[in-house]
C-alpha cells in the first residue's frame, strides 16, 4: 500500500500563498469586468436616450452629448454649442482618441471620402452624410465651426500626439461630390 504523502511547511505556505493571489487576482477580474458591464449598460442608455454618431466602416459608435467639456467628453461625444443641428446647418462634435479617456474618435484617422457617418436622433430616422474632407488644423483654427451655409457635421480629435486637431467633414450625399466610381454605383 501507498502511504501517505505529508506536506512539509514550505509546500502548506507555498499552496495557501498560490491560493490567494489566484483569489486576488479573480477579484481583481471580477471588478473590472463589474466596471466594463456597468459602463456598457451606461452606453446603451445614452445611445437610446440622446443623439448618437455611428460611423459602421470604422466601428464608431458614440452618444453625442451637449457642450465640448471634460465631464462631457470623459464620456461621449460633445456638440459644440452653438454650432448648427443634425441635418441643418455645421453640426460639430468633438471626441477623444486617446486612451486616457473614452476613445471614441480612435479609428477617426482611418476615415476616408466617401465613409459613411449616420447621426441618430432617438425616434427618427438616421441621418447620413458622407466623407468629403478630412485634414489637420491648429487648435487655435476655430474657423472650422463656423456656418458655411450648407448642411454639413463636422468631427473634431486630437492627432496621435495630442498637439493639433484632426477635422473630419462629412456632407448628405445630395450635397457631396460625386462618390461614384467607375461603373457609376454609389459608394456605400
Not at 452629448?65 to 443634425?86: C, T
Not at 482618441?97 to 466617401?114: C, D, Q, R, V
Request: net charge positive; hydrophobic share 40%; aromatic share 6%.
Amino acid at each position: 500500500m501507498k502511504e501517505k504523502q505529508k506536506l512539509t511547511r514550505r509546500q502548506r505556505v507555498s499552496f495557501i500563498a498560490g491560493l490567494l493571489c489566484m483569489l486576488a487576482g479573480c477579484s481583481i477580474l471580477a471588478v473590472l469586468g463589474g466596471k466594463r458591464i456597468a459602463w456598457r449598460i451606461k452606453k446603451a442608455k445614452l445611445m437610446r436616450e440622446n443623439t448618437s454618431i455611428v460611423i459602421p466602416s470604422l466601428g464608431i459608435r458614440a452618444p453625442i452629448l451637449e457642450g465640448v467639456g471634460q465631464d462631457v467628453l470623459k464620456v461621449a461625444a460633445g456638440h459644440f454649442p452653438g454650432s448648427g443641428e443634425v441635418g441643418s446647418g455645421n453640426y460639430c462634435i468633438a471626441a477623444h482618441s486617446s486612451a486616457i479617456y473614452k476613445e471614441y474618435f480612435n479609428n477617426l484617422k482611418n476615415a476616408e471620402t466617401g465613409t459613411e457617418i449616420l447621426l441618430c436622433v432617438p425616434g427618427k430616422e438616421p441621418v447620413s452624410y458622407y466623407v468629403t474632407d478630412h485634414f489637420i488644423v491648429e487648435p487655435s483654427e476655430t474657423w472650422i465651426l463656423d456656418d458655411f451655409g450648407d448642411t454639413r457635421v463636422t468631427l473634431v480629435t486630437c492627432t496621435d500626439d495630442g498637439s493639433q486637431r484632426r477635422i473630419i467633414v462629412g456632407k448628405p450625399q445630395s450635397d457631396a461630390p460625386d462618390m461614384t466610381g467607375e461603373t457609376g454605383a454609389a459608394l456605400s
